[in-house]
């Protein structure tokens, strides 16, 4: 249970803020900042290893689609594709994709090949087109969107109308008002609740609730799986990266070497070893995978 009066809890059991942006505000700072600036998990230049981190994390998650699909290649819609790695890494695979953001830096910096494939604007204004155009897809993509966006059982409801009758919904969130968070401020391990971050993250997820919006907005939630559990740092002093931010650079470097490392074993193993992470609430971000309950 969080208690900050910045935050109220949902009937669906997530939590979200109180005082809520417009939809103007939103666009207008999403448009002009977020990727120029690089606010949040954005960076303008990534080493050979992180790129490779970053590819393994949609390596597993592909692994899953394809095995809940039955097929390795499809239509692929990346709604919020950010830097564009996810539309690059299916278009590797011969999949057919297409991006929707509110810029298009991310794209231009990181994967400018994949520029064609891009449109750029409001993700609710989209999504109406496309439902009006009657487009289907197979995989419709999420990845830490859906903490942005002012309603995201509305967002969840539209996207049902895209994806094909057998196809995958994949959310991925950050895994914010964990336990183990909650514990860190109890016991003053950090001084504040770091993770509500303004005007950024608008609604706050666990994998309890993920299951109950999923149920409610007339999804299955096959599987969720959990991603390195960096936040486990901050219980020593000697890695806290919130009471010393110098610490966060290593504690970075040490998640990209954990995953690097794993990917040397079986990948259904490490697959169902975020599995059970995220059952227990660890992890820094969760990604669930929906399918239409039909």
Known sequence: MVDDSRLKKHSLGFYEVVEKPTQEELNAYYKSKYYQEAIGSYEHNYDKDELKYINLNIKQRAYIVQHLMGKTEGTLLDVGCGEGFTLKYYADLGWKVWGIDFSKAGVIKQNPDMLSYLEIGDIYEKLNDYQNQKRLYDVVYLTNVLEHVLNPIELLN?????????????????????????????????????????????????????????????????????????????????????????????????????????????????????????????????????????
């Open 158 to 294: 539209n996207l049902k109308s895209i994806i094909k009758r057998e196809g995958v919904l994949v959310v991925t969130v950050p895994n914010d008002g964990s336990d183990l968070q909650e514990f860190c401020f109890a016991s003053s391990k950090i001084s504040d609740r770091f993770w509500i971050a303004l005007p950024d993250h608008i609604s706050y997820f666990s994998y309890e609730s993920l299951r109950s919006i999923a149920k409610h907005t007339g999804y299955n939630c096959v599987d969720i799986i959990a991603d390195f559990p960096i936040d486990l740092y901050l219980l020593h002093s000697g890695s806290n990266y919130i009471l010393n931010r110098e610490n966060g650079k290593q504690s970075h470097r040490a998640r990209i070497d954990s995953e690097i490392m794993l990917s040397g074993r079986n990948l259904q193993d490490v697959i169902q070893y975020y599995r059970y992470m995220a059952k227990v609430g660890m992890g820094r971000n969760l990604t669930c995978f929906f399918t239409i309950n039909n």
